[in-house]
């Protein structure tokens, strides 16, 4: 459950931090900012029972990955190598999150 908050945070901050881009009005601005908002709040939800090492890990890698393939989509250069490093740090992220467990309450390790 609380890696789902990860993930969800995660994909919001795809799509605000995509978003910067194009924003050019005062409603895009308040949008950005709310979902800025709800991402780190479920961020922040999720280190009740996820170390908080990797929980951030892990959302600022779906983030980065996110957001550069989606960079891809709307037209952006890229190259093999980007790619190359992409996947490491993709593999990266998939290793924090299998390696780490849940707490079962909010103060053990």
């Known amino acids: 459950m609380y890696w789902l908050f990860v993930l969800i945070a995660g994909l919001l901050e795809v799509v605000w931090a995509s978003a910067l881009k194009y924003a ?3 409603f895009d601005w308040i949008i950005i ?3 800025i908002a ?3 709040l479920l961020l922040i939800r999720s280190y ?7 929980a951030y890990t892990v959302f600022v890698g779906i983030g980065t990955v996110g957001t550069y393939v989606t960079g891809i989509f709307l037209g952006e250069s890229f190259s093999i190598g980007q790619i190359f490093f992409l996947t490491l740090l993709l593999s990266g992220i998939l290793g924090m ?3 780490t467990k849940e707490n079962k309450t909010r103060g053990e390790h």
């Open 38 to 40: 709800v991402s780190f």
């Open 33 to 35: 900012f709310l979902l």
């Open 24 to 26: 050019d009005s005062l």
């Open 48 to 54: 009740k029972k996820i170390p908080m090492a990797a």
């Open 97 to 99: 999150k299998l390696f």
